[in-house]
């Protein structure tokens, strides 16, 4: 039986979204974040690799290297393109063969040198996604605006679209019968 976390590292290497999905636990949270949400955001990285034209990642094991950072000294791993060699920076926090976390750290040191590394690439979760967000007053009252706003625009494109469909109705309705009135004059002695 493959370890769990062997079975999450080979869905990193392969930019395996729906296997992370089936077997990363629901209940933790990742880089302050729902499971989906950490993975939508993944999911971008991972093709930002791909666009970039990695076919796979190659693991290097390393741990956060900030010294005033709270994470100093703990395990993750450097993900680097085969191609690309850009690179992402993650601290696996684990409990034997359970990951409890994953996150970004700003500060990684990989036991093996790797020379050549380009573009370094991170896990953005949005603000307002963060387990930890509370949102303000200030905060709601836009969120309420913005709502408002957003069902207006699609108020109006639903009615636009209702009128274009029965302007398109009873043009393929009309026009036929224009045509065959201009037919029909032209026919007659």
């Not at 990684?108 to 790797?114: E, L, V």
């Not at 953005?124 to 625009?153: C, M, W």
């Not at 699609?154 to 274009?164: A, K, T």
């Amino acid at each position: 039986m493959v370890p769990y976390i062997e079975t999450i590292l080979y869905a990193f290497c392969s930019f395996d979204i729906e296997n992370l999905r089936l077997h990363l636990k629901d209940e933790y949270s990742y880089q302050d974040a729902p499971k989906e949400v950490f993975l939508r955001e993944l999911e971008k990285v991972f093709l930002n690799f791909q666009n970039a034209g990695d076919t796979a990642i190659t693991i290097y094991e390393g741990r956060c290297n900030g010294k005033t950072c709270p994470n100093f000294g703990k395990r993750g791993y450097r993900f680097v393109g085969n191609n690309s060699m850009r690179y992402l920076d993650l601290i696996f926090e684990t409990d034997g063969d359970n990951i409890l976390d994953i996150y970004n750290c700003a500060k990684f040191k990989s036991d093996k040198k790797i020379k050549k590394l380009k573009y370094k690439r991170e896990i953005k979760i949005p603000e307002d996604e963060r387990n930890s967000f509370v949102p303000t007053p200030e905060y709601l009252a836009k969120l309420n605006a913005a709502t408002q706003h957003g069902n207006r625009l699609l108020i109006h494109h639903l009615v636009w679209l209702i009128l274009r469909s029965c302007v398109i109705g009873w043009t393929n309705i009309l026009l036929p019968m224009k045509c065959l009135m201009i037919t029909n004059l032209l026919t007659i002695p």
